[in-house]
């Protein structure tokens, strides 16, 4: 099960910290963040792979940070200087293994949590 949680509404250039709560496996699998907004394509934001390596998309880098706290079986993403661009309904996704290179394609992903949502205002 993955829950995520820390959706809202901020204006740009503020900051909200989304968490993922997942079954304790979840410690040892892939783990990332996704976002869709309405008529796009979802898209990775953020991963870890199982061995703790953070990836980030190209829009998101220097601004957002994923972590994980496997001791609280959670995993977070601080994002900070929000843009309006980063309006969107924002996924956690977790999976046993993913390849490094295919952290952020959505399709390798097989449990999802239903989705917080982010908004930014201008």
């Known amino acids: 099960q993955v829950v995520e949680s820390g959706g809202g509404s901020v204006q740009a250039g503020g900051s909200l910290r989304l968490s993922c709560v997942a079954s304790?496996?979840?410690?040892?699998?892939?783990m990332g963040w996704f976002r869709q907004a309405p008529g796009k394509e979802r898209e990775g934001v953020a991963a870890?792979?199982?061995?703790?390596?953070?990836i980030y998309r190209d829009s998101v880098k220097g601004r957002f940070t994923i972590s994980k706290d496997d001791a609280k079986n959670t995993l977070y993403l601080q994002m900070d200087s929000l843009k309006p661009e980063d309006t969107a309904m924002y996924y956690c996704?977790?999976?046993?293994?993913?390849?490094?290179?295919?952290?952020?394609?959505?399709?390798?992903?097989?449990?999802w949590g239903q989705g917080t949502q982010v908004t930014v205002s201008s």
């Open positions: 304790p496996y979840y410690s040892l699998y892939s």
């Open positions: 870890i792979a199982r061995d703790g390596k953070a």
């Open positions: 996704a977790a999976d046993p293994y993913v390849a490094e290179w295919l952290l952020l394609v959505h399709l390798e992903y097989k449990y």
